[in-house]
């Protein structure tokens, strides 16, 4: 499988609804860079409400 916005091999690759799509490690880290400036990924933490153990 290759990135969904590049022609590179992709790292990573996620399924839903029998949809499947790849990201190599720089688009990878390009998207979640910007789900975390727009605030998404904050709101998904919130609605998580885990808690870390600091070891």
């Known amino acids: 499988m290759q990135c ?3 022609d590179d ?6 399924e839903r609804g029998g949809v ?3 990201l190599c490690g720089s688009h990878f880290r ?3 860079d910007e789900l975390k400036n727009d605030g998404w990924l904050d709101d998904l933490k919130d609605d998580l ?3 870390r153990l600091d070891r």
């Open 4 to 6: 969904h916005y590049c």
């Open 9 to 14: 091999p992709a790292d990573i690759s996620v």
């Open 20 to 22: 499947k799509v790849g």
């Open 30 to 32: 390009r998207r979640m």
């Open 49 to 51: 409400q885990t808690d």
